[in-house]
């Protein structure tokens, strides 16, 4: 089945403390990208990549880090996390920009 | 980056009734799609449609690129319809934006 996976779908982390969320498709894909969605800002793209190796910011991407060592994961990186990262992450896939893309189920992350 | 407006913000509708959903978007962009956001938080995407016209059962879209805008057409609304109706827009780059919805209540 084409899918994309995160992991893990819920976490609740203190503050400061390193976290890595996980983000894997199994449809080839080579563009991917992560979103935080905020009530009533819809979603908002955090980074994006393009291919392996090739990654680069979205519109807010202060306090995050990616990377794209293989084509088929896009793990995002909270080195320090802060209340204000408290969000519902999406991470999602397509052949490239210009197709359609599709979203994983979401992780719910909460910073005390 | 380029704005995305969508309208209205909140719907309610009676089951079997029909709406129009609306995106404006502020510049040329290259790529389009709807998406339906479930109860449940799952983002599924509904069309991908840069211009023209698409139907997909009792969902349509249309996208006019030279005014910047798309509709999206419900017909014969259900309960199951019920969400977060979202439009997405890429422009000259790689970069994906998101309107803030809309908020979509079919009742029984």
């Known amino acids: 089945e084409a899918q994309v996976t995160q992991n893990p779908r819920y976490l609740i982390t203190v503050t400061g403390k390193k976290l890595t969320v996980t983000c894997s498709q199994n449809?080839?894909?080579?563009?991917m990208s992560w979103y935080r969605q905020d009530p009533g800002l819809g979603l908002r793209q955090i980074y994006y990549?393009?291919?392996?190796?090739?990654?680069d910011k979205g519109d807010v991407p202060e306090g995050y880090k990616v990377s794209r060592k293989e084509k088929r994961n896009f793990p995002l990186i909270l080195e320090s996390p802060s209340p204000n990262q408290t969000s519902l992450y999406f991470c999602a896939s397509g052949r490239t920009p210009d197709y359609e893309q599709y979203f994983g189920p979401g992780t719910r992350l909460t910073v005390t | 980056g380029i704005q995305v407006e969508q309208s209205p913000p909140d719907l309610i509708l009676q089951e079997g009734a029909n709406s129009t959903l609306r995106c404006n978007f502020s510049d040329s962009v290259n790529n389009l799609q709807w998406f339906h956001q479930n109860p449940w938080g799952q983002l599924i995407n509904l069309f991908y449609?840069?211009?023209g016209t698409k139907q997909n059962g009792r969902l349509s879209a249309t996208t006019v690129a030279t005014e910047r805008y798309s509709l999206l057409y419900i017909s014969s609304s259900q309960t199951t319809d019920s969400g977060v109706y979202f439009c997405?827009?890429?422009?000259?780059?790689?970069?994906?934006?998101f309107g803030s919805g809309t908020k979509l209540n079919v009742k029984p």
């Open positions: 990549s393009m291919n392996v190796e090739v990654t």
């Open positions: 449809m080839n894909h080579e563009y």
């Open positions: 449609i840069p211009s």
């Open positions: 997405a827009v890429r422009g000259n780059f790689n970069k994906f934006y």
